[in-house]
């Protein structure tokens, strides 16, 4: 059935960030979904639970972001090697779109920041998978057919973009690259995976 009102698809980047580093991230993401064009991108982080405010001016997500959105991006900070509790937190209320199904066949990735090279990177991103496995989204990493992977001297890495925090400084020309990147890969997997749900027989 036609609908007068033609809404723009939209990838969620759904995020918890204290010092901005990776809000920093979701911004680059955010930035390259925008690059492809049809889809657009929603920025969210979620409440804190020590109610200090998190970085910066952003909308608290709400059920109907997730549940209509055509992929998610999503993030936090590394918190002893794995995410911050206030993201874990809002995925335990979640518990009517899993039932729903609502994320099924969409396409997700995960970022993450840390202040020390080695402090669990790839750890939190594994663990930041499994709940959206449960939610039967597909999980999109970065392929090495991205240059900077090989090269990078800072974050990024084949589970998804990562900023390495060293002194508060900005994200790295190669993170910056990366985070670009996986934010376009993820928008053309979103607008590929939306026409084959919406061409499929019902
Ligand atoms: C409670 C807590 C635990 C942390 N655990 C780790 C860790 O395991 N490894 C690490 O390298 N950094 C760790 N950090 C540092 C943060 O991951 C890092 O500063 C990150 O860039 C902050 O992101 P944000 O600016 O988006 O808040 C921790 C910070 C806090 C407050």
């Given at each position: 059935m036609s609908s007068d009102v033609v809404t723009e698809p939209h990838i969620l980047v759904l995020f918890y960030s204290r010092g901005g580093k990776t809000a920093e991230l979701a911004e680059t993401i955010a930035d390259g979904i925008l690059s492809v064009g049809g889809i657009d991108a929603r920025l969210r982080t979620v409440p804190p639970l020590d109610g200090d405010a998190p970085a910066g001016d952003y909308l608290y997500c709400e059920p109907t972001d997730l549940a209509s959105a055509a992929g998610l991006a999503m993030g936090s900070p590394t918190r002893f090697g794995t995410m911050a509790a206030p993201l874990k937190h809002w995925w335990e209320q979640t518990t009517p779109q899993w039932l729903n199904g609502d994320l099924v066949d969409k396409p997700a990735c995960v970022f993450t920041s840390t202040s020390?090279?080695?402090?669990?990177q790839e750890a939190t991103l594994l663990s930041m998978m499994l709940p959206l496995l449960h939610h039967g989204l597909v999980i999109a990493g970065t392929p090495?057919?991205?240059?900077?992977l090989h090269t990078t001297e800072s974050g990024g890495s084949p589970y998804g973009p990562t900023h390495w925090d060293k002194d508060r400084r900005p994200l790295s020309r190669d993170e910056m690259r990366l985070a670009r990147a996986q934010g376009k890969r993820l928008a053309r997997l979103a607008l590929a995976l939306a026409n084959d749900r919406n061409g499929a027989p019902a």
């Open positions: 020390t090279l080695h402090g669990g090495y057919t991205e240059a900077e």
